[in-house]
């Protein structure tokens, strides 16, 4: 007969019985015997982890398995916080979803604060002198109300903008 396995509890419980007493509450629906019992099917792996183990002893398929499984059928995330049950392995890379639903609603922290920072990397590489929040002048040879650049030629204001075709700032005329 195999060794005993240690359950959570300290009671004594062969091996060989363990993965399917978890498999049975996975199949009713008992998180709490299921999650007893991933805890069993983990215990000796916690044991294993040594310099020279081999690789097939450090990745538990058996409890990383059912923890997919009752994962992915029953949304239920382990009970147990290890590295023995990598989250993208048991969730399948589940990624998170829109960051913002329909017409806007259900919106994400994270979509709010990734929207802001991205308007404001837009305005900082985009904030050009006629639309600066200061109005400051490089040049007071002219009467333009927007913030003049060194004339171009006779006859300009001297005003650039990416958002206006020159010919319009030439046709501007003071207030």
Do not use: C, I, K, N
């Not at 040049?139 to 903008?161: L, N």
């Amino acid at each position: 007969m195999r060794d005993p396995v240690r359950d959570v509890a300290g009671r004594a419980r062969p091996s060989h019985l363990a993965p399917r007493l978890t498999l049975r509450a996975l199949a009713a629906e008992g998180r709490g015997a299921f999650d007893s019992g991933l805890g069993d099917l983990l215990l000796p792996h916690t044991a294993l982890h040594r310099p020279g183990a081999s690789p097939s002893s450090l990745l538990p398929l058996l409890p990383l398995g059912l923890a997919a499984l009752a994962y992915r059928t029953l949304g239920w995330a382990p009970a147990l916080q290890t590295d023995y049950l990598p989250h993208a392995l048991v969730t399948g890379f589940e990624t998170r979803g829109p960051r913002v639903g329909g017409f806007g609603r259900d919106r994400r922290p994270d979509a709010v604060a990734a929207l802001a920072a991205a308007l404001e990397a837009h305005r900082e590489r985009f904030r050009v002198a006629d639309r600066a929040e200061t109005r400051t002048p490089r040049s007071t040879s002219t009467s333009s109300p927007w913030p003049a650049t060194p004339a171009a030629g006779a006859g300009t204001s001297g005003s650039e903008s990416p958002y206006l075709p020159q010919r319009l700032l030439e046709a501007a005329e003071p207030f």
